[in-house]
């Protein structure tokens, strides 16, 4: 469903379209497990969306129909008001980042960024120099001409997500791309990220274990409960963006965390199988 909006200048309604939505999707796979029970969810323009369950409650099944990876067994999944085949046109382009990096051991980092643009057939020249720029956000400039092994972990996760930007999507997807990563290492990159969409107008969805950095990050948070795997609640973090750690060491996160925690354990708690 659209959702109307206000122009303070006019009071004129300005209807936004969703960037997708989910209209009774659900997963049964083939061996006949169900993965997910029918959702039904809308993602606005602009939106940061974090997944966050226990493990088997359809995170990742989500992202999947999102992303068009797999298909649903019943219901819709629409992109823009329209069917995948207009995904990748001018306005409507998606990029997905993994869990693991996935880069090219061979390549140097500036051609593993380059490489949607190369397997899409962009001249060299502005590859490379589109390339450079999603380099420039993510800090690693410097680290262009270096081979992927000569990398720390957050490096190397810093390099698939300007692999992704390169692109220029509007709606980016993240399979719990931080997981792996040290506390301090990850803080940064949820800092860097909540700046990156802030400032290039990104609709997120993202997938986390963790309340603290689905709070950190979020504009609204779906928690999840499995057996089957089905959205539980809806939580929405109504705080300024772009965040920094001033925000994560406020009275406000730690409320939000509490809130989260007490959310989340309810979910474990109606996933069990009885």
Same mark, same amino acid.
Request: net charge negative.
């Given at each position: 469903?659209?959702? $109307?909006?206000?122009?303070?200048?006019?009071?004129?309604?300005?209807?936004?379209?969703?960037?997708?939505?989910?209209?009774?999707? *659900?997963?049964?796979?083939?061996?006949?497990?169900?993965?997910? @029970?029918?959702?039904?969810?809308?993602?606005?323009?602009?939106?940061?969306?974090?997944?966050?369950?226990?493990?088997?409650?359809?995170?990742?099944?989500?992202?999947?129909?999102?992303?068009?990876?797999?298909?649903?067994?019943?219901?819709?999944?629409?992109?823009?008001?329209?069917?995948?085949?207009?995904?990748?046109?001018?306005?409507?382009?998606?990029?997905?980042?993994?869990?693991? $990096?996935?880069?090219?051991?061979?390549?140097?980092?500036?051609?593993?960024?380059?490489?949607?643009?190369?397997?899409? !057939?962009?001249?060299? @020249?502005?590859?490379?120099?589109?390339?450079?720029?999603?380099?420039? !956000?993510?800090?690693?400039?410097?680290?262009?001409?270096?081979?992927?092994?000569?990398?720390?972990? !957050?490096?190397?996760?810093?390099?698939?997500?300007?692999?992704?930007?390169?692109?220029?999507? +509007?709606?980016?997807?993240?399979?719990?791309?931080?997981?792996?990563? +040290?506390?301090?290492?990850?803080?940064?990159? +949820?800092?860097?990220?909540?700046?990156?969409?802030?400032?290039?107008?990104?609709?997120?969805?993202?997938?986390?274990?963790?309340?603290?950095?689905?709070?950190?990050?979020?504009?609204?948070?779906?928690?999840?409960?499995?057996?089957? !795997?089905?959205?539980? #609640?809806?939580?929405?973090?109504?705080?300024?963006?772009?965040? *920094? +750690?001033?925000?994560?060491?406020?009275?406000?996160?730690?409320?939000?965390?509490?809130?989260?925690?007490?959310?989340?354990?309810?979910?474990?708690? #109606?996933?069990?199988?009885?």
């Amino acid at each position: 469903m659209s959702t $109307p909006m206000f122009d303070q200048a006019t009071i004129e309604p300005v209807v936004t379209t969703p960037v997708v939505e989910l209209l009774s999707a *659900d997963k049964v796979f083939s061996n006949g497990t169900r993965g997910l @029970a029918p959702v039904d969810l809308a993602i606005q323009p602009g939106e940061f969306i974090c997944l966050i369950g226990p493990s088997g409650c359809g995170k990742s099944t989500l992202l999947k129909l999102i992303a068009n990876l797999i298909e649903p067994s019943d219901g819709r999944v629409q992109w823009w008001r329209g069917d995948f085949s207009k995904v990748g046109s001018a306005g409507r382009k998606l990029a997905f980042v993994f869990q693991d $990096p996935t880069l090219m051991p061979w390549a140097k980092v500036d051609t593993n960024v380059r490489l949607p643009l190369d397997l899409a !057939g962009v001249p060299k @020249a502005e590859a490379q120099a589109r390339a450079a720029e999603a380099l420039e !956000g993510v800090g690693l400039t410097a680290a262009a001409r270096r081979f992927p092994r000569q990398l720390s972990g !957050g490096m190397r996760m810093r390099v698939s997500i300007a692999r992704a930007l390169v692109t220029e999507p +509007d709606l980016l997807l993240m399979d719990e791309p931080f997981g792996a990563l +040290d506390e301090f290492t990850r803080n940064k990159l +949820d800092e860097d990220l909540v700046r990156l969409c802030h400032e290039r107008g990104l609709t997120n969805v993202f997938v986390t274990h963790s309340i603290y950095e689905a709070v950190f990050l979020s504009t609204r948070i779906i928690i999840m409960a499995a057996n089957p !795997g089905r959205v539980f #609640a809806e939580f929405v973090v109504d705080e300024p963006m772009p965040r *920094d +750690d001033h925000f994560r060491r406020s009275d406000r996160f730690a409320a939000l965390c509490r809130e989260m925690s007490a959310l989340l354990s309810d979910a474990s708690l #109606a996933s069990v199988v009885s």
